[in-house]
């Protein structure tokens, strides 16, 4: 009964849980940076009406049914895990367990168990992303953008982070790639009317409305994200020309680049996941034996982080 409260609460005993180095760190074990000393502090009751949300909290909505479910289970058994705060003005900043929070004040409770801590911002966004990130219900287009958020916030790289959530480093770069799409078809992956799967393929397509075309074929046709796959394929390889038209409505029809090699897209996907942002490499020629890369950047801390990346590599 305990161990199946705890599943539904999203409570394993401190010492035995593993997500990442985050709250393993917050909980006795390994620091994640910084100067603060990560000691969980002894647990106390404090009034909901003082603790306010998590600025770095990444999720969004949240499956009502299941708060509905946690809510009952707290009405019966109470907060059965502490909520992690720091303290922040005249109360307290919740550092991690907003369902709990939630659940508990729709349960009527007036205080709930906490442990205080004293982390920095980095510290709090850290935890904020491991309790989240590996939720499978958390939204793909969330988690992109708590990576992006979180890059900004902090100056740090892709492999910085990608290290402290022990994420493969591709992983992240890819769910940043996902923000790169037109926002009808972010619209439709936020909606779960297509995958991320499906959202990853699209991204061959440079050209927005052919991306929005096909998502909607995706959805009118039903298509697996292999199908979509052989799609994408299919309008991207042409003989003899740089472009293929993408079938669609209307007389002026969208053209898309041309497939490369695989040799040549697997280098491509290379220097993306390398350098952390679009790279496309354009042929040029007879024997497609010229060319040009092309690199992405989206601020001038980016291009000064991609400069010092391929002078750090010359």
Known sequence: MDE????????QEPSRRRLGRGLNALLGTAPMGGTDELTAGDQTEISV???????FQPRQDFDQT???ELVD??????VLQPLLVRPAGDGYQLIAGERRLIS?????LRQVPCRVLNLTDQQVSEVALEENLKRQDLNVLEKAIAFQDYLKRFGCTIEDLARRLSFERSTVSNMLRLLELPETVKSDLRSDKISAG???AILAIKNEEAQVNLSQR?????LSVRKTEEAVRELLV???ADVVPFPGPGENQPAVVANHTSHVTGLQNQLRDWLGTNVEIKLSGKAKDKGKIVIDFASNDDFERIVGKLQRAA
């Open 104 to 108: 508990a004040k729709k349960a009527g």
């Open 49 to 55: 009406e003082l603790i306010d949300r998590n600025p």
């Open 4 to 11: 199946q409260l705890g599943q539904e609460h999203g409570l």
């Open 218 to 222: 995706i959805q009118k046709e039903n």
């Open 198 to 200: 499906h959202a990853r």
């Open 66 to 68: 299941a708060l509905n």
């Open 73 to 78: 289970s707290i009405r019966q058994h109470g």
């Open 238 to 240: 042409a003989k003899d």
